[in-house]
Structure formats: C-alpha cells, structure tokens
C-alpha cells in the first residue's frame, strides 16, 4: 500500500519494506528513497490538516489510561520548533513542524517545513552528521526566502503599468534582446534550446527524454542540406517540436534567395512568400506548438503554417492559415520524431512520404528503425521511394538529453526502390566534434577534428558519391544494396576483408620464431629448440 502511494505521487527512487522505517536484519537494499522523493511525501502529508497540527505540536500530555495511572510526557525532538536538547540554539521562527530520522545506516535525516510571506517550503536533509541537519535547513531557507518571491502571474498578466500589461512587457523584452541576433543574421534556436534546458532541470525520465529531445541546429542544418532544401522549396515536418528544423530551412531558402536574386523587389517578395507559404509544421503538444509559434515570429513570421494539430490523424495535406489553395505542394521533408510512436517514429515518415508527388526527404531517427522496429512500415515506404542514404551518427549526438543511438535516412520520394539500387553506407560516428555536458562550461560543443568540414563533405558523398572522398576513410564509406522486401538491412557497414595477406603471414611467423627463441633463452638449454 505504501509503495502504491508513493508511486501515486511520482516517487521514482523508493521502496518500503516495512512500515516503520528500520531495516536491521533485513536487506537494506529493499529499504530506501531519496530527498526528492521524500519531499513529494512531505508535501501530501502537508495538505493533511491533522498532520499539520501534530507536526507543529511542541509538547503534549496523554492523561492517565485504564493502562497506565500517571500523565504521559511527549516532546517534539525538532529542534527548529521546540527546544528538546540544544537549549534553543537552532529555533527558527519560521518553521511550522517536520519530522526527525536517525538510524546507523542513514545517518541524521530531516524533514521540515517553513512559511514566511504566503510562501511555504519544504527541506529535506539526509546523510548528515548532527548538528548539520539543523544548520543547513536553517541555511538552506533563508537562501530562498531571501532571493525568491511569490508573484501571481494571472494578475499580472492583466495587471497594467504605464498603460502595458505584464504579459506585452515580457513580449516586447523578448523581441528586444533577442531579434538583434536574428537580424544580424544568427540562425539559434533560442525556444528549442529553452525547452531542452527546462526537461534537463526538471529531470524528466529517459523515455519522456527521448520523445521530447529538439534537434541540434547543426544537425538540423545537416538535414535541411539532405533534403536538398533551396528557395523555391516547399518543406514540412510532421513533428514540428520548437520549429528548429523549419528555422534551419527557412533560414537556407532565404539563404539561396539572397544569392541568387539580384532584383531587390523580387528579392523581397520572395522572402515574403517563403514565410508565408512554402513552410508547414505540425505539433500535437500545445505547449511545444507555442514555443514554434514564437520562434517563427522572432524569424520575422514564417509562422503562418504551424498547426496544432496531430499529424497522423487531423491532417490531410492542406495548407494552414495563409492559404486557400486546396493541397500543401511539399518537395522536402524533415524529421526528428517521437521514438516511442509506432516504428520508432516511422509511422510519420510513412505518412508524409504518401502524401508528396515529388522530392526528398531527410530524417533522424533510432537506429533500431531500420533493423527489425519498423519492417513493415519500412517495406511500404521503399515500395514508393528509393533509400538513397543510411547515416550512422555520433552516438553522443543528443548527449544529456537522450541515450540513443541515431541514424539519417536520406530518401528519394516517389520512385520505388529497386533491388539493385545503391544506396550509401557512412559512418558518421567520428563528426569532428566533442562534446560535454557541463552545466556551468561556457561550450559544451568544440570543433576538434574538422567538424564543419566533416559535415560539406558528408552532404557531398550523399549527393555525389566516393569521388569526394577526403576526411573520410574508405572503411567509413560504402556502397551496396538493400532489399526492399527485408525491411531491416538498412544500417550497413563496410564488409571487412577476412583473407589473410603476404603481410599477415610473414608478421605471423615472426611472431612465432621471436616466441620460440624467447623460451630457449629463459631455459637456457637447446634441447626445446626448433629442431624437432
């Protein structure tokens, strides 16, 4: 039953054995939780108005019983309330009741609760060394009561000063700080590196880690070159998350714009037009659907066709809001989907290849997809496209952030894949650069063999083959066929050459004769020599 709540309440790190809390004679391993754990505890029991009283009771007398003739004395061993040894030393006037623990193996344990200004906190000590358990509560509350306050975001919402509400201040500084960077023509994605940076503080688990997780922006770049993305495509993502991958298109469709349109009026209408019509995303998640909302519009728009709508179900391949034309004319696609949906995320790719007359497309996806995941869906998809690229990347590309093991698909659409087709082996596990996962680093990305390099020419080896061959070794490109009809051979690697050579010979008796003169030294005798 214990265990049952403690699940309930979103418990990741706790077992009870028992229901008391001592595990001497037992196996301890079975018995244990953690502080976060143990405040989501603490906070339920808090909205128990009993368990509040009690807590906060600093002494009490149980009369005489039919059991026991004399008053009961009980005292509340918290010292930040009542002082039952120290003499008063660690009282704190804000503290509203807790619970001490102490056995040899955890150590002193604490937890309090303290209010002050309409706030309410809760501490949790453990593994301390008495007295720390009081001093650190003590150090802990008033950090956070000194540097953090209460607001509420509905009134201040509507709340005006200088005749501007909260919510249009906020706006307006984002619009401030950050459009400079778009104007100068830097390409982050400041939404999607917020959101990664909101999932890894919030400690979400692995799997919701690994549906969630937003596309580098040079992985993005990557893709968009893939797809062979230029100013007069028409890109979309079924999976749209912050809108990463529509910022990295958008931004190589103006790019080509730019230096292919000398006429400054034309120029400037087909900026417009790429905004408005020639990008489409889709978003199920309406907190996700907001933060590509605002991307695009601190791009300057390109937002008009982002739609929160499930792309598997509610669309049927027409424009969002900008357009009365009947069908969305996609030649270029991208993906970073959701790997807990069907076929690790196959089912999208599925879909929107279905939907295109003409084009490319590029994705990122789980490796496992391509051997045994999405066999099916894999089947049907090469039954109308040709797999032209299969992509091994760094298997610490989303490091910190998921612990998969990715692969780029690269497709032609609309021509169904033949047996004999080529298809294009790389293994991209060395990308040039090292990353890290420092909280506090100042680059957790660094360009240590080539990187920019590294990525030109995989975009050339896709599109021209071996001839571009020059930071990559032979041993991490290959060409071969797959079977349509397999479904689960896509991710192939160059075959080693298993034949022994001349070399291997000559270095192979080497060895031996080196072993064998080595023995008849350390024995000192000639009787064990060749000569038999």
């Known amino acids: 039953m214990m265990n049952d709540k403690a699940a309930e309440l979103g418990c990741v790190n706790t077992h009870f054995n028992n229901p008391h809390g001592l595990s001497e ?22 909205q128990n108005e009993t368990f509040r009283a009690i807590t906060a009771t600093k002494t009490y007398q149980i009369p005489p019983t039919n059991k026991h ?14 002082a039952f040894k120290t003499r008063g030393q660690y009282l704190y006037e804000y503290c509203v009741g807790g619970k001490t623990g102490y056995t040899t193996a955890a150590n002193s344990t604490l937890v309090t609760f303290a209010e002050k200004d309409d706030m309410t ?19 802990l509350y008033n950090y956070y009561f000194e540097n953090f306050s209460l607001y509420n975001v509905a009134q201040n919402e509507t709340r005006l000063e200088n005749g501007e509400t909260q919510l249009k201040r906020v706006f307006c500084k984002i619009v401030d700080d950050l459009g400079i960077y778009y104007k100068i023509g830097l390409t982050t994605d400041f939404t999607g590196k917020l959101f990664n940076e909101m999932y890894r503080w919030l400690g979400f688990s692995q799997d919701k880690l690994n549906d969630v997780v937003l596309t580098p922006s040079y992985v993005a ?20 998350g912050s809108a990463g991958l529509l910022v990295a298109a958008m931004n190589e469709m103006l790019l080509d714009a730019k230096n292919s349109i000398t006429s400054p009026e034309e120029l400037l209408q087909k900026e417009l037009h790429i905004k408005s019509q020639q990008l489409l995303g889709l978003e199920i998640l309406p907190s996700v659907y907001m933060l590509a909302i605002l991307n695009m519009i601190l791009m300057g728009d390109g937002s008009s066709n982002i739609l929160n709508k499930d792309s598997l179900k509610d669309y049927d391949g027409e424009y969002g809001f900008s357009s009365t034309i009947s069908k969305y004319p996609a030649d270029a696609f991208i993906l970073n989907p959701p790997y807990s949906a069907e076929g690790n995320g196959m089912i999208f790719v599925e879909k929107a290849l279905s939907m295109m007359d003409k084009g490319y497309a590029a994705i990122i996806i789980q490796g496992s997809s391509g051997t045994g ?51 294009k082996f790389i293994d991209f596990s060395n ?14 990305l660094r360009d240590t063999d080539h990187a920019k390099e590294r990525y030109q020419e995989l975009v050339d080896l896709v599109r021209f083959g071996k001839s571009k061959l020059n930071y990559f070794t032979e041993k991490e490109y290959y060409e ?42 350390k024995s000192g ?8």
């Open 431 to 444: 990308d040039g650069y090292t990353r890290s996962d420092r909280k506090k680093a100042n680059c957790n």
């Open 25 to 46: 004679g037992e196996d301890a391993t079975l018995h244990y939780t953690c502080c976060y754990d143990m405040a989501l505890i603490a906070k339920a029991a808090y």
């Open 525 to 532: 005798t000639e009787e064990e020599s060749l000569g038999k």
């Open 121 to 139: 906190l809760i501490c949790v000590i453990m593994n301390a060394q008495s007295p720390a358990q009081w001093t650190d509560s003590i150090a």
């Open 373 to 423: 995941k999405a066999t099916e869906f894999n089947k049907r998809i090469l039954a109308r496209n040709t797999l032209i690229a299969s992509i091994k990347m760094p298997t610490d590309l989303f490091i910190g952030k998921s612990s998969v093991q990715t692969y780029v698909y690269v497709f032609r659409v609309n021509e169904r894949h033949q047996k004999d087709d080529v298809v």
């Open 221 to 240: 770049q990557l893709l968009v070159k893939l797809a062979r993305v230029n100013k007069d495509s028409y890109v979309w993502d079924f999976a749209t």
């Open 69 to 82: 003739d004399e008053i009961t004395y009980l005292q509340n061993h918290n010292e930040m309330i009542h």
């Open 480 to 521: 071969g066929q797959i079977d349509p009809q397999n479904g689960a051979d896509w991710n192939k690697s160059a075959p080693v050459d298993t034949r022994p050579t001349l070399a291997d010979f000559k270095k192979t008796v080497s060895d031996y004769l080196a072993w064998e003169v080595s023995n008849i030294l």
